[in-house]
């Protein structure tokens, strides 16, 4: 299997622009999870999905970010407008069931000046 | 609400020592306790689980952990360190909060170790 892949793998912007962000999880995955990265807070979960259903958006900063999942192969994070805030590396994860251990992709460092 | 905390940001020990990064949780009901590790430019690698059964959990890369719940605890072990498990190690707490399975991670322990 080619694992959870991600792209674009960086993505420069300029503030205020829309960036979509895209995450094909593994094949036979039922649960899709989203995480931010930076070194001030860590690891964040932003959104999980159960067989294609958003369940927790807790964690989504603010209504600029939204994700969708439309089928089970293929999710998207979407920044519109994007700060400089938002810069951060971007992971997407997902996993069997919502109990196993999840498989992350290589991440999407997203620089937004 | 859940919680993981790694009291130590950074971890040193020499080639061929026993190392132990430490983890500690707080979560209502059973808890479902994971280590990741992460390498430069990477995303997280799965290393081991603990769901239920046996308390001393093995993993890949010769990591094992063992799970206490009288102290909480779920620190991850191994015998003897290699240069190349220097990364940034991280447990991950998986529970239920607030009716809904939710996954914490903790801040993340930095592993040296010198040749």
């Known amino acids: 299997d080619a694992g959870v892949i991600q792209s674009p793998r960086h993505e420069v912007t300029e503030m205020g622009q829309e960036v979509t962000l895209r995450c094909k999880p593994i094949s036979g995955h039922n649960s899709l999870f989203w995480y931010r990265q930076t070194m001030m807070r860590g690891l964040e979960l932003l959104i999980y999905?159960?067989?294609?259903?958003?369940?927790?958006d807790s964690g989504m900063p603010e209504d600029r970010f939204s994700a969708k999942m439309p089928n089970a192969s293929f999710s998207t994070l979407k920044i519109q407008p994007s700060e400089p805030r938002d810069s951060a590396v971007y992971f997407c994860a997902s996993s069997r069931d919502r109990v196993a251990e999840q498989y992350f992709g290589p991440g999407t460092r997203l620089t937004v000046t | 609400a859940q919680s993981v905390a790694q009291p130590e940001d950074q971890v040193n020990v020499a080639e061929g020592n026993p190392l132990t990064v430490k983890c500690t949780y707080s979560v209502s009901g059973n808890p479902y306790l994971f280590w990741y590790v992460q390498y430069p430019n990477r995303g997280l690698q799965f290393l081991l689980k603990?769901?239920?059964?046996?308390?001393l959990v093995k993993g890949s890369y010769g990591f094992e952990a063992e799970f206490n719940k009288s102290q909480t605890s779920f620190h991850l072990k191994k015998p003897s360190a290699l240069v190349s498990d220097s990364a940034l190690y991280f447990c991950?707490?998986?529970?239920?909060?607030?009716?809904?399975?939710?996954?914490?991670f903790g801040a993340g322990t930095r592993l040296f170790v010198k040749a």
């Open positions: 603990y769901i239920t059964g046996d308390n």
């Open positions: 991950a707490v998986r529970g239920l909060d607030g009716g809904g399975f939710k996954t914490i």
């Open positions: 999905f159960n067989n294609n259903v958003p369940i927790d």
